[in-house]
């Protein structure tokens, strides 16, 4: 909401982990949310509650195709924002149709950002630290150029976001629109896919059913994880940023730890007695990744306020919750 304006905002991938949260913000904020998905990782369950909200509309329909013309027709006002977050975002399921990953990211940005320009929306682009592949600088800032293997299993996404970049500064170079890039780092929080194979998830799931946690490799790489309403902020602060903007944005939490000190955490903070087995480490996986937030913080006043204890807390009462949920389910 602006001087009492209702905005118009279209979240692709709005059925997501990060897209739910994010059309929930937006809804508490006073806006009109067009939410479309084609709900290959994301849940109608996610966005659920939203049901018979009013300003809440969810379209199913997948961004490679052409973007329904109900969407920019809606007679609900001209679109003001355009959030791309759709793309299977764990390498288990990116993995699983990779030419499909690709072309969500360079056909589907490429709708998305005709979408904008013909509406004069403002777009922005969910990209990701993968951008910066297995770093060779750290912690990483926007103007690392990045050590991606091209022809590697996770270059569908990699390389797919890097277009996907691309073709964003090629429609801002041209006038053709106003957008913004968010590089996100791990991200994790209440409704992540039980199944949809990332550390935090993987390991709270197996740590609250009892089942053995799998650590890939030695445990030594490190990520930094954010909590997903700090990253939230975090988007809608760099949305709603009028001033000039150097290029992309790095959107996550620079407390770095090896992926067994997050074992260790989560088997303290759940008390559980699952046991850690070695899985091999998949190819290509990033030996160590941290953000540096300082062009966030100086440009936006953005800054992640929620710790790890904190988030996980969260997290872990999230997937308890789903567990029992899944027992009643199955009778067990
Ligand atoms: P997610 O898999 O939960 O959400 C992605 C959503 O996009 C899902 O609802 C899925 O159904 C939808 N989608 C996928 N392909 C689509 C297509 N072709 N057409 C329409 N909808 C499609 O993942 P997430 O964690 O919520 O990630 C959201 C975005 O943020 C992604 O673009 C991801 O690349 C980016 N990102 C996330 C993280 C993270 O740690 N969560 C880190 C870096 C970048
Ligand atoms: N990982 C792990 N066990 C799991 C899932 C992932 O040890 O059950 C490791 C993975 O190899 C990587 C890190 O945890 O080193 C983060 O993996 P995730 O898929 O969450 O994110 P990404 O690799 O895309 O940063």
Same mark, same amino acid.
């Given at each position: 909401m602006k001087n009492g304006k209702r905005h118009l905002v279209v979240v692709a991938g709005g059925a997501g982990f990060v897209g739910s949260h994010l059309c929930d913000a937006l809804l508490a904020d006073g806006a009109h949310?067009?939410?479309?998905?084609?709900?290959? %990782?994301?849940? $109608?369950?996610?966005? +659920?509650?939203?049901? +018979? =909200?009013?300003?809440?509309?969810?379209?199913?329909?997948?961004?490679?195709?052409?973007?329904?013309?109900?969407i920019s027709r809606s007679g609900k006002g001209k679109i003001d924002f355009v959030y791309n977050l759709a793309c299977a975002a764990s390498p288990p399921h990116y993995q699983a149709d990779p030419e499909h990953t690709m072309m969500t990211s360079v056909l589907g940005s490429r709708n998305l950002l005709r979408?904008? =320009?013909? %509406?004069? !929306?403002? #777009?922005?682009? !969910?990209?990701?630290?993968?951008?910066?592949?297995?770093?060779?600088?750290?912690?990483?800032?926007?103007?690392?150029?990045?050590?991606?293997?091209?022809?590697?299993?996770?270059?569908?996404?990699? =390389?797919? $976001?890097? @277009? !996907?970049? !691309?073709?964003? #500064?090629? #429609?801002?170079?041209?006038?053709? @629109?106003?957008?913004?890039?968010a590089r996100i780092f791990n991200t994790y929080g209440p409704r992540m896919a039980a199944d949809d194979g990332r550390v935090v998830s993987n390991v709270v799931t197996q740590a609250v059913s009892g089942r053995d946690i799998t650590v890939y490799g030695d445990g030594s790489q490190t990520r930094s994880f954010c909590y997903v309403d700090d990253l939230v902020r975090g988007l809608m602060a760099l949305m709603r940023h009028d001033g000039p903007l150097p290029g992309p944005v790095n959107l996550g939490n620079p407390n770095e730890m090896t992926v067994s000190e997050l074992v260790e955490l989560v088997l303290e903070m759940t008390g559980s007695a699952s046991a850690v087995? +070695? +899985?091999?480490?998949?190819?290509d996986d990033p030996r160590r990744r941290r953000p540096d937030i300082t062009r966030a913080k100086e440009l936006l006043g953005w800054a992640p306020s929620t710790d790890l204890r904190t988030g996980l807390k969260a997290t872990i009462a999230w997937f308890a919750a789903e567990h029992e949920r899944s027992k009643a389910r199955s009778g067990v």
């Open positions: 949310v067009i939410c479309i998905d084609n709900l290959l %990782t994301g849940r $109608k369950q996610n966005v +659920r509650h939203l049901e +018979r =909200e009013p300003r809440f509309d969810l379209i199913e329909t997948d961004i490679i195709d052409p973007i329904p013309q109900r979408l904008s =320009e013909r %509406t004069g !929306a403002r #777009f922005l682009l !969910a990209s990701t630290s993968e951008v910066y592949g297995d770093p060779e600088a750290h912690p990483q800032r926007e103007t690392y150029w990045g050590n991606v293997n091209s022809i590697g299993p996770r270059a569908c996404y990699d =390389e797919g $976001k890097r @277009a !996907a970049e !691309a073709l964003t #500064f090629d #429609f801002a170079r041209a006038g053709r @629109a106003d957008v913004r890039v087995v +070695r +899985r091999p480490l998949p190819v």
